[in-house]
């Protein structure tokens, strides 16, 4: 795509242990530090769904809060709901 850097995976794709335990075999070794390297770039895309979702309903809570943008303040709250339970829970 355009504007996605390079190499970065989809952020609403679900992980599931199959693909997790395939993409770890696929390192060939068992050191500690680059499995934890391996599983560290398979969460980076959620971790940045996740902090997007915490963004964005503090966005929407500062809106609410005012009396005239608190009708715009529940689509970024109920966005942030949306992006942040498709995140991976880590």
Same mark, same amino acid.
């Given at each position: 795509m355009g504007l996605? *850097?390079?190499?970065?995976?989809? *952020?609403?794709t679900k992980l599931d242990k199959q693909s997790v335990i395939g993409t770890l075999k696929a390192t060939g070794t068992r050191d500690p530090d680059i499995l934890h390297a391996q599983k560290a770039k398979l969460l980076a895309p959620a971790k940045h769904l996740k902090l997007l979702s915490i963004f964005l309903v503090a966005i929407g809570a500062v809106m609410t809060v005012t009396v005239i943008l608190a009708i715009a303040g529940f689509p970024p709250c109920s966005l942030a709901g949306g992006y942040g339970g498709s995140a991976?829970?880590?």
């Open positions: 996605m *850097p390079d190499g970065s995976a989809n *952020p609403f991976v829970k880590i």
